[in-house]
């Protein structure tokens, strides 16, 4: 199996940064995409931002030019850094990765336990 844990979440003020990260841990074969949704009481979880092996990257209409994201591929690691940070981005914030086991023919996709981010104004 695979465990995806998620650190970095906290209380900032508005205009504040964070930087969030998330390590994959298992019996890995393979990780395509990697990145970041975002879920509130009163909303569906969202696209914050992915990035594929590739590095190409995809970002939620609210959060680009606001947030980058990036991975090291070599620690199975994802990060997601949140700049000009606004209080309708408090939220918890879910790492995923689509993950090939050695031990699977397919890949599947993975959530980590969240991690919560609140933005003060």
């Known amino acids: 199996q695979v465990q995806l844990v998620e650190s970095g979440g906290g209380l900032v003020q508005s205009g504040g940064s964070l930087r969030l990260s998330c390590v994959a841990s298992?019996?890995?074969?393979?990780?395509?995409?990697m990145g970041w949704y975002r879920q509130t009481p009163v909303k569906d979880r969202e696209l914050v931002a992915t990035?594929?092996?590739?590095?190409?990257?995809n970002f939620g209409d609210s959060v680009r030019g606001r947030f980058t994201v990036s991975r090291d591929h070599a620690k199975n690691t994802v990060y997601l850094q949140m700049n000009i940070l606004k209080p309708e981005d408090t939220a918890v914030y879910y790492c995923?990765?689509?993950?090939?086991?050695?031990?699977?023919?397919?890949?599947?996709?993975?959530w980590g336990q969240g991690t919560q981010v609140t933005v003060s104004s």
């Open positions: 990035v594929r092996s590739s590095g190409l990257t």
């Open positions: 298992g019996s890995i074969y393979s990780i395509s995409d």
């Open positions: 995923y990765a689509n993950v090939k086991l050695y031990s699977s023919a397919y890949p599947r996709d993975y």
